[in-house]
């Protein structure tokens, strides 16, 4: 090991910067440089949970923004000090998919809230009794990466859906179809294209925070284009471009469920599929990111892994409570540390940005959904990158990861994905000559999500409504 430098100060001790090799300076650009690769999500959260409830119910966009903005920085200042790691956290994209496309079809905004607070209380007694870290390491890799790419091509099939790239035809066959009879025949759909391949040039080009300049390109071009030839584009911004942040959404929780409306069971498994999401997710990208920063030994632990464990768990409760989705560890922290971060501080002046951009959420208005879709696709294509890292030359691995991967975005179920690869992995695993290898919590998962997919027989046998 290299000789330690002596801590040039209080702050320097605190945070252990020269002892990681880093310097005051680094560690605030690395902190900027994390919040401009992720102040993309204060635009996409509100966009992503705008769909109407089960009584018809929508966020406000601009209460979601800053809802969105004021969890994210108190979180990532949170994690910062008491972990003293450069990982920065906001609402976690998948989650609040899964909420929007999933949960709230049944159940309403508040109590979808309430389900995230659960799934952060469980979370943070698993993290703290040790069973977090266990869990983890009981699930096979592949199927842990698997539920990262699927989800990537599930938020890209919503982005191409929701930019009209990809629409419905009504008929049995073919189901979809591109654009307006095959053709991209839209203004909408057009700018939806130019801000995805602008996106992509800026990613090829490695551009720090290349989706931030996309929607902020494709939202001046399409005001630009809108002032030409109009083509229905509501720019929303009323008022000023700075204002006090709407925080009418803190507290918006309810969880006195209506059993008459939705099951027992169904609330079970959107915990279970909340948990599951969160918890792998997190995990995973901590690990990754430690990895990429140096602080990972040759197992993947790193310093104060259990605190942040917590606190990640601290971050569902408090998205939950904020009615933002589920605050977590954020995979482009990796651009800090590839900036040089090393230390909490960087994650520290992450959240001091977000709590500065919450007084500007007015700005998130005026993103085009049709921009907001691009955003998706890009975000997709980076989750994908992960299937670069599973073998999948045996089909006992094969199988499950590409069920998991497809079933997501054709069912448009987060949930469905990882139980059709749970299921597979289980069955095929355990008839081909490796009922050995399966973990005995895999078996119980595997069950859980059986019950999950005949919960309509299930429930009818039982007469619950």
């Known amino acids: 090991p290299h000789t330690e430098p002596a801590p040039a100060n209080a702050l320097d001790r605190f945070f252990e910067i020269s002892r990681r090799g880093s310097t005051i300076g680094t560690e605030i650009r690395g902190g900027l440089v994390t919040f401009v690769t992720m102040a993309y999500i204060v635009i996409l959260n509100p966009l992503i949970l705008n769909t109407p409830d089960v009584d018809g119910n929508t966020l406000a966009g601009t209460a979601v923004a800053a809802s969105t903005a004021l969890t994210a920085g108190v979180m990532t200042i949170l994690f910062g000090l008491v972990t003293r790691l450069p990982f920065a956290f906001a609402a976690g994209l998948g989650i609040n998919a899964f909420l929007a496309f999933s949960v709230v079809g049944t159940v309403t905004w508040p109590e979808a809230m309430a389900l ?40 890209a099939f919503i982005g191409f859906v929701n930019a009209g790239f990809v629409t419905a035809t009504n008929n049995p066959s073919p189901p979809v179809d591109l654009g307006i009879g095959g053709s991209v025949a839209s203004l909408p759909t057009l700018l939806f294209v130019i801000t995805l391949l602008l996106g992509g040039v800026l990613m090829a080009l490695r ?58 069971v169904a609330l079970v498994m959107f915990v279970f599929t909340l948990l599951f999401s969160n918890f792998f997710d997190a995990m995973g990208t901590m690990t990754g990111l430690a990895k990429e920063a140096d602080l990972a030994d040759a197992k993947g632990d790193f310093p104060r892994i259990k605190s942040a464990l917590i606190v990640e768990g601290l971050g569902a409760i408090a998205g939950g409570g904020t009615s933002s989705s589920s605050a977590t560890v954020f995979v482009e922290s990796g651009a800090g540390i590839g900036e040089g971060a090393r230390t909490g501080l960087a994650t520290v002046v992450t959240g001091a940005m977000f709590l500065i951009a919450m007084f500007f959420t007015p700005l998130t208005s005026l993103v085009p959904g049709a921009v907001a879709a691009a955003a998706l696709v890009l975000v997709g294509a980076l989750m994908l990158s992960q299937i670069k890292n599973i073998d999948l030359s045996d089909f006992r691995v094969l199988l499950p990861v590409f069920l998991t991967a497809t079933v997501m975005p054709m069912t448009y179920s987060i949930a469905n994905g990882i139980g059709a690869g749970f299921v597979s992995w289980i069955v095929v695993n355990a008839f081909s000559g490796r009922a050995k290898t399966i973990h005995p919590l895999l078996w119980v998962v595997g069950v859980g999500f059986v019950v999950f997919f005949a919960r309509g027989p299930i429930e009818a046998l039982f007469g619950v409504a």
């Not at 977090?132 to 599930?154: E, H, N, S, W, Y």
């Open 116 to 155: 995230v607070m659960i799934n952060g209380v469980i979370i943070v007694l698993l993290a703290a009794t040790g069973l977090r870290k266990m869990i983890f390491d009981a699930v096979p890799v592949q199927l842990k990466l698997a539920i990262t790419v699927g989800i990537g091509l599930f938020i």
């Open 207 to 264: 551009v720090k925070g290349a989706i931030l300049i996309a929607l902020v390109g494709g939202t001046v071009l399409g005001a630009i284009v809108n002032a030409i030839w109009p083509f229905g584009l509501n720019f929303g911004l009323t008022g000023a471009i700075v204002g006090l942040p709407d925080l009418s959404l803190v507290g918006q929780v309810d969880f006195g469920f209506d059993l008459a409306k939705v099951s027992g």
